[in-house]
């Protein structure tokens, strides 16, 4: 049962504009959201994340938006750089130890 | 650089055999968790220690078992070993039992034939 879907498998946005990557969840009890950020042949890395106490959390190009009625994150890059292309992952965790991510979506920003 | 290391980087090994995979995590970093990634799907959470205790257990096959070290090491054992456990496997570390990022090793890369 996949706990966070992430529907879009792949997004190509122009240099210059906004990415939008978006992630739904199922589990209520998801209280802490992250971000990360993959180039292939190495592991995950950390972009950002978000605490369900807050709705927004920004961190340079990158802003996360969570909306818990929704259940629903997304992760906005603004402007986006062909460098920025890469698989992006999102996470949720609640009170357990689990880290459930979903399956990725790929980003290709256009020069 | 992470600062987790995971080692082999690739592994190739016939059905029915036995692997052992390592990870080191980043200094002083109690936690470790093992994610597997096969083909086109997310990270699956395998299982995670902290501090040398199993902390939380995912979809973790009974042929798969893992542990952590005194000193902080683990492994992960994959036995009987079938075609489809082919995937890419990767550890995380973090400071705490949750809350706050993990930081990912470079995986390694097991192909069953």
């Known amino acids: 049962d996949q706990q966070v879907k992430q529907n879009s498998p792949s997004l190509s946005v122009q240099e210059g504009r906004i990415s939008i990557l978006n992630c739904d969840y199922t589990?209520?009890?998801?209280?802490?959201f992250l971000w990360y950020k993959k180039y292939p042949a190495e592991g995950p890395t950390f972009l950002i994340s978000?605490?369900?106490?807050?709705d927004k959390n920004e961190d340079g190009r990158f802003t996360v938006f969570l909306n818990k009625s929704a259940k629903h994150l997304s992760l906005h890059i603004v402007p986006s750089q062909p460098g920025d292309s890469a698989v992006y992952f999102c996470?949720?965790?609640?009170?357990?130890?689990?880290?459930?991510f979903g399956t990725g979506t790929s980003l290709t920003v256009i020069p | 650089d992470s600062g987790v290391t995971q080692t082999p980087k690739h592994l190739i090994t016939a059905t029915g055999q036995r692997v052992t995979l390592r990870c080191s995590p980043r200094?002083?970093?109690?936690?470790v968790y093992w994610y597997q990634q096969s083909l086109d799907q997310g990270l699956q959470f395998l299982i995670q220690?902290?501090?040398?205790?199993?902390?939380a257990k995912g979809n973790i096959l009974e042929r798969f078992s893992a542990q952590q070290f005194p000193d902080l090491h683990s492994e992960l054992n994959l036995s009987s070993l079938e075609l489809g456990d082919s995937a890419l496997y990767f550890c995380?570390?973090?400071?705490?039992?949750?809350?706050?990022?993990?930081?990912f090793g470079q995986g390694t890369r097991l192909t069953v034939v």
């Open positions: 200094s002083g970093d109690l936690s």
């Open positions: 996470a949720a965790s609640g009170t357990g130890n689990q880290f459930y």
């Open positions: 589990n209520s009890m998801f209280d802490y």
């Open positions: 995380a570390s973090s400071p705490r039992t949750h809350r706050g990022e993990a930081f």
């Open positions: 220690y902290y501090n040398g205790e199993e902390r």
């Open positions: 978000i605490s369900s106490i807050k």
